[in-house]
């Protein structure tokens, strides 16, 4: 009621106008199937108050309005559709009719076609079957390439040509398999390539360790190779060039091995020389006795599969390995010649295999890497052969040696390294090849000396004298105008000398061969290593001969004899080396012999040992002196040992003097020699009989005593006075006594107030008396008289005198100890 108040009640004009339009909006919205229907109903009922219900008045008032529409439309159309029933209606009998006619028709097309449709399917199965044939040899067509390749790559296999297995995997991968990948079987197949790839690696890489245990076992092989050849070039050399020095134009040999002989413009070779040419021309390589294809197959492997980097290294890794074997030198090597060639072989054969590699491959080994390893080896080569080589104590196996290090050295030169540290260490080794050269001719000297006679050398015939002049250049016009028989000065000792020291010039020069040196310097060391010869080892043999005790006076005097031939025989020497080494004497810095100095030292040392040895027997007949010092008077005549000494000496001299004097020369040394001796032997004698008398271990010595000692010192100067050695001026021999003479004097004339009043004055009779030797018998002659006195005591007669003589003994004690402290403090 309420609602239908509120409809009665007029609204303003205005607000219904807009109520109409906002609502025929929303009517219009909610018609149109386009706009979404949830904004429009909200805007009805978001709106004012009693919104909802005027919105529905009007939705119905819409509703009866189109429900007009529609009425009024179907009216317009009900006839129409009354007549298309109708219609419809009519048509409907002859329908019927028309589909009996079509089922019938239906029925007998069918009957119609069923063979036909039998025939169809049946081309159409052949047409799929053809079809299905036609994509199968097309299928076909593009699996057979890949079963071929996959067949050739099994045969690949199979024969070991691995190389060309991985280039048919790579076909198989980038080309053939991609077209069938979709087929199980190329699936399976690209499964197993990178398993055989794998096994092709395993298989080539132990081809590899074959191959570098074979060339590990080859290398003592290739390296007698390659040093033979290198030492047939170097002999080759060395024939052209003396033939280039010959003058020859005629070839020793060609660069092929023939010896082809010019004949109308024709080469004449005959069969035996044909073969034989044949056999020389052929040269050995690396190649013929290695077989190098495993590397260059496992280096392709590697390279193709994209890891040569670690092929690389594997192989350097494995080769720096053996390079350390080859170089570890077995402990004996040193005592064969075999043990030092087996060394180098392994070791050029090794070198000679990386030359090889490195000029047959691209960067397996490099220059740098081959130049390291040779330096490693060099050091450790050296190394080696400074140890093993101070072992040899033979100096033929020195020079063997030295000639494998010298072919050694030429054949990896020729390979491209370098060498020059060998040539170096040949120095030192040449050095330690001519300390063996001296220790063998030390034997060879002292073998001679051994076997000497020490005798002039008796020539019967002119073929004798001939044979020695031949052996030693010995040349004096006055003994060559002497009839045979006759005899040279010097003893056999010295031609065998000298031809020794000939050969050992030859022998080091063997070892100055082939060292790439000048003539200059090879003159240098030849001059060098016979210095050596004679100033140690010729001159220490020298020495060790005077010193040996079986020598005596008369080989002393022919062993100066001998050093002095062939002091003048070093010219000769050098000469000879000149000849050998083709180098003037003139050229500045060259090297002279030392024999001057050796052979004097030589002889001054025989002479100072026949000083010696002359000293030694006049000791030992001074040991036989018995005086009996406390005797009364002298027995009148001279010592028993004293006579026998100075018999000796004289018949010593004697054979000095009668010396074969064959020229001047001679006859001046062994004069010269005889008259030192002489005087030396003198003033010995005169020395030990002085130190006799003032012995400490005597106490007292009577004046019988000195008048016996008296008479043994006169008989000396008689001997002295006899002129034993022809030379002496005047009484000069004699003065090696007058020191005991003037001593002697003092006491047997007993002149001391003579004595103590001239001392010191250059006129004095006993110059040479010295107080403290005066005071010294005298206090031994005072004991003596004091113990003679004592003795004879019973004869009162002579106390008196004795008395008197004491107290003169006293006094001149006191005085001549007051000279002694004196001249000490002076001193």
């Excluded at 919104?51 to 439309?73: G, Q, S, T, V």
């Excluded at 033939?243 to 413009?265: D, E, F, I, M």
């Excluded at 020495?543 to 000769?572: D, F």
């Excluded at 004097?600 to 009996?628: C, M, P, S, V, W």
């Amino acid at each position: 009621m309420e609602s239908k108040a509120m409809k009665a009640l007029p609204d303003p004009p205005e607000e219904d106008d807009r109520e109409e339009k906002v609502y025929g909006n929303v009517l219009a919205e909610l018609e149109s199937v386009d706009l979404p229907l949830g904004t429009t109903l909200r805007s009805v009922y978001d709106d004012q108050p009693n919104a909802h219900k005027r919105f529905m008045e009007k939705l119905d008032a819409r509703i009866r309005n189109h429900d007009r529409e529609i009425e009024k439309m179907c009216n317009f159309h009900h006839q129409g559709f009354v007549d298309a029933i109708t219609e419809l209606l009519k048509v409907r009998a002859d329908a019927e009719k028309l589909m009996g006619q079509v089922t019938d028709t239906n029925q007998r097309l069918q009957e119609a076609g069923r063979e036909v449709t039998a025939q169809t399917e049946e081309v159409i199965r052949c047409r799929l079957q053809q079809r299905n044939m036609a994509t199968t040899v097309e299928k076909l067509q593009l699996c057979i390439p890949v079963l071929e390749m996959y067949s050739k790559l099994k045969e690949q296999l199979e024969s070991k040509r691995y190389y060309a297995a991985l280039k048919t995997m790579e076909q198989l991968e980038n080309v053939y398999i991609p077209r069938v990948s979709k087929y199980r079987f190329c699936q399976i197949m690209a499964e197993t390539l990178p398993k055989l790839r794998e096994e092709i690696k395993e298989i080539s890489m132990s081809d590899l360790k074959d191959f570098l245990e074979s060339i590990r076992k080859h290398s003592d092989k290739i390296g007698e190779t390659a040093m033979r050849q290198a030492q047939q070039h170097r002999t080759f050399i060395s024939a052209m060039q003396k033939q280039a020095s010959l003058g020859c134009t005629k070839p020793l040999y060609s660069l092929n091995g023939r010896t082809p002989t010019q004949h109308n413009g024709l080469h004449r070779e005959e069969g035996a020389e044909e073969e034989e040419s044949e056999e020389q021309v052929r040269v050995l390589t690396a190649q013929d006795l290695v077989d190098f294809s495993p590397v260059y197959r496992c280096l392709h492997i590697y390279t193709v599969l994209g890891d040569r980097d670690s092929f690389e290294n594997y192989y350097r890794k494995q080769r720096k390995k053996q390079a350390r074997l080859v170089l570890q030198p077995q402990s004996n090597m040193h005592e064969t010649v075999e043990g030092y060639r087996k060394y180098f072989n392994q070791i050029v054969g090794f070198f000679v295999v990386e030359d090889h590699i490195l000029h047959a491959t691209q960067g397996l080994v490099t220059r740098a890497f081959t130049d390291e390893l040779w330096n490693m080896a060099l050091s450790k080569i050296i190394a080696v052969l400074r140890t093993h080589s101070s072992y040899c104590s033979d100096p033929d196996l020195v020079l063997e040696l030295k000639n494998m290090i010298v072919i050694f050295a030429d054949t990896l030169q020729g390979y491209g390294f370098t060498v020059n540290r060998l040539f170096d260490l040949l120095f030192e080794i040449r050095d330690q090849y001519n300390e063996t050269l001296l220790k063998k001719w030390a034997l060879v000297f002292r073998e001679i000396f051994e076997q000497d006679n020490y005798s002039p050398i008796p020539v019967e015939t002119e073929e004798e004298y001939k044979s020695v002049i031949s052996r030693f250049p010995f040349h004096e016009a006055e003994i060559e105008k002497q009839p045979f028989p006759k005899k040279l000065p010097m003893s056999q000792s010295v031609p065998q000398i000298y031809t020794q020291v000939k050969e050992f010039i030859y022998a080091s020069l063997k070892f100055s061969e082939s060292l790439h040196r000048s003539s200059t310097e090879i003159d240098d060391m030849l001059r060098k290593s016979t210095n050596l010869l004679l100033t140690r080892t010729l001159s220490g043999c020298l020495q060790n001969l005077i010193k040996k005790p079986h020598i005596g006076l008369t080989e002393l005097v022919q062993i100066i004899i001998n050093t002095t031939h062939l002091e003048q025989a070093c010219r000769y020497l050098e000469d000879f080396i000149t000849n050998i080494t083709n180098v003037s004497p003139e050229t500045i810095h060259t090297t002279r012999l030392y024999g001057l100095a050796t052979f004097k030292d030589a002889r001054h040392a025989a002479e100072g040992e026949i000083y010696t040895k002359l000293n030694q027997k006049i000791d030992e007949f001074i040991q036989l002196a018995d005086y009996e010092w406390g005797m009364s008077e002298s027995d009148g005549r001279a010592s028993g040992y004293l006579m026998d000494l100075i018999n000796f000496l004289r018949s010593t001299f004697q054979v000095f003097t009668h010396l074969p004097n064959i020229y001047n020369d001679h006859a001046a040394m062994s004069g010269k020699v005889a008259q030192t001796a002489c005087m030396s032997a003198c003033k010995h004698l005169a020395s030990s009989l002085l130190q006799m008398l003032l012995d400490p271990d005597l106490k007292q010595i009577s004046l019988g005593a000195i008048q016996q000692f008296n008479l043994d010192v006169i008989q000396c100067e008689l001997f002295a006075s006899s002129e034993p050695v022809p030379g002496f001026q005047g009484d000069t021999l004699q003065l090696a006594f007058i020191d005991l003479r003037q001593l002697l004097d003092l006491f047997m004339v007993w002149d001391w107030s003579t004595y103590l009043a001239d001392y010191g004055q250059p006129t004095s009779k006993y110059l040479r008396v010295n107080p403290s030797t005066a005071l010294a018998l005298l206090e031994k002659v005072n004991r003596g008289m004091k113990d003679t006195s004592k003795k004879n005591n019973i004869f009162s007669q002579f106390r008196k005198n004795d008395r008197d003589k004491q107290k003169l003994i006293e006094t001149v004690v006191k005085q001549l100890r007051s000279l002694v402290n004196g001249m000490s403090q002076h001193s």
